[in-house]
């Protein structure tokens, strides 16, 4: 059997990996500045999380949500003071798409409204509601498109407001920074006002954290720069450092009804033990803490290069914007200067290395990347 060919993929097989480094079979370390597409939080093969899930696959590796599981319990308490939201409920799924599903369709549970408004340039994953929701043709099939979802832009509140005022749409999602879409920050006086919009008129409030969340912009959640409660927030990528798992995080306005959700995998064990190490180790190492410290010097020296047109972003979820394309230059980083980054279009690298990048790191990375300028 052969493999659908999908992907478009460099040739370079990685092995294995340590803290912000990545090695090839015969040994070449890359610096990793992509975290495998923002996944790893804590570092590649962190000793406390290696130990965390050898020793939990020793005991107990999955179960049904139909048991007892206090692992569960456990992260939840831990995520709760981790992120400021201690009085919100946890649901665990599998995949930042599964998490953004479950979300739209809690939204529309609760208000019984159908319609959705989402962001131009925004992406929030490849299922039929996350895909309908993202701004991108290309990932849409004609099966999704019975999802009634209204695209705005955001810099057009007067617009978002017009909309929400009709009173049928169930929710707006957003993403915390949108990330596919450039690495683009919203503004935190527009965030605030569209989270007044949406308690006006009883529409839920979605905030996809999936990838600049769980410490990437420097603070737990990147819309914690506007101080706005959502309603629901959606969380993947670094939540299990490489493990598969997501979730959300549920305001105390929902109530929970049998049935209305479920999941085989979601909150399995291995998956809760992945996620809890990773609690513990971003609260005793600070990662939260260098993530802005790291991620501010990086955009401070970015923005000194006369080529970049823009540097953007929060802590280490950086867009370094060119007028020129950056395929070549990208290609020489990567086979030459051996650093692995983002992109996103054809014109901006997207910086997402591991939470624990080291100001070594830093240097280093910005050394190499001046040399391919
Ligand atoms: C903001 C955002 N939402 C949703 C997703 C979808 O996550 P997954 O690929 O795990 O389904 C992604 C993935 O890149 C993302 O960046």
């Known amino acids: 059997m052969k493999l659908f060919d999908v992907y478009p993929r460099w040739q370079i097989e990685p092995v294995r990996a340590q803290g912000c480094k990545v090695y090839d079979k015969d040994g070449v370390a890359y610096l990793d500045f992509y975290g495998g597409h923002a996944v790893i939080s804590i570092g590649h093969s962190h000793p406390y999380y290696v130990e965390a899930l050898t020793n939990q696959l020793k005991c107990i590796g999955f179960y049904s949500n139909a048991v007892l599981n206090s692992l569960q319990d456990e992260y939840a308490e831990k995520l709760g003071e981790l992120s400021g939201y201690p009085d919100y409920s946890l649901f665990m799924v599998n995949s930042g798409a599964e998490a953004n599903e479950n979300a739209l369709k809690l939204a529309s549970f609760h208000n019984s409204r159908k319609k959705v408004v989402a ?13 309908q929701a993202t701004d991108n043709k290309k990932y849409k099939a004609p099966i999704n498109e019975n999802i009634d979802v209204i695209f705005l ?56 954290e999936i990838q600049s969340g769980y410490g990437r912009s420097g603070k ?44 085989t995998f979601g909150g399995n064990h291995l998956a809760c033990a992945a996620a809890i190490a990773v609690a513990d180790v971003i609260k005793t190492e600070n990662l939260v803490e260098n993530a802005a410290t790291v991620g501010a010097f990086l955009i401070g020296e970015l923005k000194k290069l006369p080529q970049v047109k823009e540097v953007r972003g929060h802590g280490l ?27 996103t279009g054809t014109h901006i690298f997207r910086l997402l290395p591991p939470l624990c990048v080291t100001m070594e790191e830093a240097k280093e990375f910005l050394s190499r990347f001046k040399k391919v300028l």
């Open 220 to 263: 737990f959640f990147a819309h914690q720069y506007a101080g706005i409660r959502p309603d629901i927030i959606t969380i993947a990528k670094g939540m299990g450092n490489g493990f598969p798992v997501s979730g959300m995080l549920i305001s105390p306005k929902f109530k929970a009804v049998h049935g209305q959700l479920g999941t």
């Open 119 to 131: 962001f131009r340039n925004s992406f929030h994953g490849r299922t039929d509601a996350a895909v």
């Open 153 to 208: 832009p955001f810099d057009n509140l007067g617009l978002v407001k017009e909309t929400l005022f009709q009173e049928d749409v169930s929710s707006v999602i957003i993403e915390g920074i949108q990330g596919i879409g450039g690495i683009q920050v919203p503004d935190p006086f527009s965030l605030q006002k569209l989270s007044k919009i949406c308690e006006e008129t009883g529409t839920i409030l979605i905030l996809d």
């Open 317 to 343: 979820m950086i867009g370094i914007e060119f007028t020129e394309p950056i395929k070549a230059m990208r290609d020489r980083l990567l086979f030459e200067e051996k650093v692995f980054t983002g992109v």
